[in-house]
């Protein structure tokens, strides 16, 4: 038996995990997936579990997965992670061995980062989207890529922070806020400005956690103390939020900024810029069809129509009918020119 | 002082928790946000704290919550709570009740499903899109729009089914496809089909858990067993999510179909449509054009590029570009109507 138990926040053991540990033949802990929540986790666990021996592993010892398996092969062994055990992809392919290997597997839940935060910010957990990790390179695209699907859905990102446990080493958020503002020069969808509202979770779990709110600007002068910290880009906020962030971090509710109203799609930009175009194009091209003494109007007529139509359509959110609209309007004036019927300037 | 507690997927308290719970005034419980998972939790839950009392409250005594603020402002109260107690909104609002009543909140958080789930399937969590409840309407468009949209990003979507504790009621999961079906009747995304892979966790962090996997059609013939369940629509497979379920579920890792490539957006279905109606419409515009010996050789040309472009624009995933394309060409060739030039049928 394979048992794979969640230490959750704050490293305390509930009573069924002491009493399926004390069971155990061996016990092993790894603090690679995320950091410790005390210092000496393991002579702290040991002590609850009748002074036990904890042994401490690293990321090779799991990945290879041999010394746990063999273990479980012929007796119990249990593998205690901070959080939930089952959120690193190392752990998840540990027990797909042992399943194909015919040894039992069992898991034992812990709080997760993932799950607590929500509540942490006074947020909704079904206003989040897709999470993402933000590690140490100078470009993090992905990330960036995540908020802004995220930010078109009025979603909430959370972002957490590359750890590296053989370093000892947090990602900073001022780092991370500066490689997504590095991302945003390059990709430049509006995501991350100096009006984005980020908002950060310190130590949660513990005696000292804390939650901060700044518009990026004064977010990255922010003293945001001893790590961990995860962050949070939201997106459009429920009246209950802003009251619940209000209140927990001293603020009105009303001064909260909407980054998802600060990113556009693409396709609102485009409807946006193609309209004004054509209608200033379709004006030079009825002047020229009155000075060569042409008449047009059911093209003119049609071409106008259809760009109020694209207008319309993306009022309503239907983004691909607006597009549609507005490059068939500018078909329909663009082909008096290649036909050679007319001249005039787009 | 309020101390919000989390129970976790199997109402087992930490060291830490059972601290606190000792020096509070009052302890209150409640099972409305989701089903104890287990018989008798209020005396279970009092025998872990040496037999302190627990008082199980229900919804309208939360949501009114001055029994409970009343308790907390001179003293030590609790709240508890099965999973992680942050998720629910009834809570959120009485911590920031409490704070803004100047009492202090601390929140001990507890394995919550959402957390849990990811891994209880072998999926990624980074990999699950928004989360969303399926009620006991017949219609369930949001929760099927919640699918639509993670589908199209290639994400798995969690189901949560309603619990109403007044009546002892779960939503069963077949009643629940039965109106996500409904809702594709209505929408017509393509979302829900026979093929749709439909994942099941049912009772997880209890010694009964179970997950199961099959297509639809299947799907609602599968026995489940006792709730609680929980439903995943699933995306797209990374490589280990595929290998992770397969050893859980006993399948072959490649069986597990794709639901995020049965799911087509309106840009792709338009691109389609529009594409081979411009074509055959140029067709004819091309037979008439010589019937009636006049040229339009740049119009048509540029009616052939802007269909080939669209075509292209949408395999690059430039799905804007693509109906702008097409709408495009599709002006082109019907100014020549418009204009009276030449006649021909779309």
Redesign the interface.
């Known amino acids: 038996l394979l048992i794979f138990v969640?230490l959750?926040?704050?490293s305390?053991?509930?009573?069924?995990?002491i009493k399926a540990l004390e069971e155990c033949d061996e016990v092993f802990y790894e603090d690679y997936t995320s950091p410790p929540a005390v210092p000496n986790a393991e002579e702290r666990i040991s002590s609850?579990i009748s002074g036990k021996p904890v042994r401490k592993v690293d990321r090779d010892f799991v990945e290879s997965g041999s010394g746990i398996l063999k273990v479980a092969a012929s007796g119990h062994a249990a593998l205690l992670s901070p959080g939930?055990?089952?959120?690193a992809?190392t752990?998840?392919?540990l027990?797909?061995r042992a399943?194909?290997q015919g040894i039992a597997t069992k898991?034992?839940?812990?709080?997760?980062i993932?799950?607590?935060l929500?509540?942490?910010l006074?947020l909704?957990?079904?206003?989040?989207?897709?999470?993402?990790?933000v590690t140490s390179g100078p470009l993090q695209h992905t990330a960036y890529n995540t908020v802004y699907?995220n930010l078109l859905?009025g979603?909430h990102s959370a972002l957490l922070l590359e750890w590296d446990s053989s370093r000892k080493f947090f990602l900073s958020p001022r780092t991370a806020i500066d490689s997504l503002l590095a991302s945003e020069k390059d990709i430049q969808y509006g995501v991350f400005g100096q009006e984005t509202l980020v908002l950060a979770a310190s130590r949660?779990?513990r005696g000292d956690s804390a939650i901060q709110a700044a518009k990026l600007d004064e977010f990255q002068r922010l003293e945001l103390g001893d790590p961990p910290h995860v962050l949070v880009i939201p997106g459009r906020f429920h009246l209950?939020e802003r009251?619940?962030l209000g209140?927990?971090t001293n603020k009105e509710p009303g001064w909260f900024p909407d980054n998802s109203s600060m990113v556009r799609r693409?396709?609102a930009t485009?409807v946006d810029r193609?309209t004004k175009k054509t209608e200033a194009a379709l004006e030079r091209a009825r002047e020229a069809a009155k000075k060569k003494g042409v008449r047009?109007a059911?093209?003119f007529e049609?071409v106008e129509a259809?760009a109020k139509d694209s207008v319309r359509f993306m009022a309503e959110g239907k983004?691909?009918l607006a597009?549609?609209?507005?490059?068939?309007?500018?078909?329909?004036?663009?082909?008096?020119r290649?036909?050679?019927?007319l001249e005039f300037e787009w």
């Open positions: 969640g959750g926040l704050d305390s053991l509930s009573s069924q995990a609850q939930d055990p089952m959120i992809t752990h998840e392919e027990r797909t399943s194909r898991i034992l839940h812990g709080a997760s993932l799950s607590a929500p509540g942490e006074g909704h957990s079904y206003n989040f989207g897709r999470c993402v990790t699907a859905q979603l949660i779990g209950t009251e619940a209140a927990l693409l396709s485009m193609y047009f059911d093209v049609n259809y983004e691909e597009v549609l609209s507005i490059g068939y309007a500018e078909g329909l004036l663009d082909s008096l290649f036909a050679g019927l």
